[in-house]
């Protein structure tokens, strides 16, 4: 009996694989592309929702860039009155706050340019390396 069992489970399995109608076959590619799309999407809004993020910092340093550009016209207007009573010249310590301020808005300005660069365009690259490597994969599984 246990020989029967045991010779019918291996027949069973093999058969299984092998002697499934095309109805099956079918329905069972059918799901495993279901779910195979199911994952890539999936991987896609990822990526999506990744670059975005990225995308938002950089704006978010070019806006911080705007903010301190705005400080650095406040501060000139306020250094000709308080510089008045300093030992340098007044011109001498304008230019300095100017060319202190003016560096800073560079580097944020290139900061949040670079941000942006590297995110953009926002498209997702490994789920559609992925796709392409499962449609060859499907290609060569099938001849």
């Not at 109608?21 to 069972?28: A, E, Y």
């Not at 779910?35 to 990744?50: P, S, T």
Request: without cysteine.
């Amino acid at each position: 009996m246990s020989t029967s069992t045991s010779a019918g489970t291996s027949a069973g399995t093999s058969a299984g694989t092998t002697g499934r109608s095309l109805g099956q076959l079918v329905s069972d590619l059918s799901e495993q592309g279901a779910r195979l799309v199911r994952a890539e999407i999936d991987l896609a809004k990822a990526e999506l929702v990744e670059k975005t993020k990225s995308l938002g910092l950089g704006a978010g340093l070019l806006i911080g860039a705007a903010v301190v550009a705005a400080y650095l016209g406040i501060a000139v207007l306020a250094l000709v009155v308080i510089v008045l009573d300093l030992f340098l010249p007044l011109w001498l310590a304008a230019l300095i706050v100017v060319v202190v301020l003016t560096v800073v808005v560079a580097v944020l300005a290139l900061l949040g340019k670079k941000r942006l660069d590297a995110g953009s365009p926002p498209k997702p690259t490994r789920a559609t390396e992925n796709v392409h490597e499962d449609v060859t994969a499907v290609k060569e599984a099938i001849g």
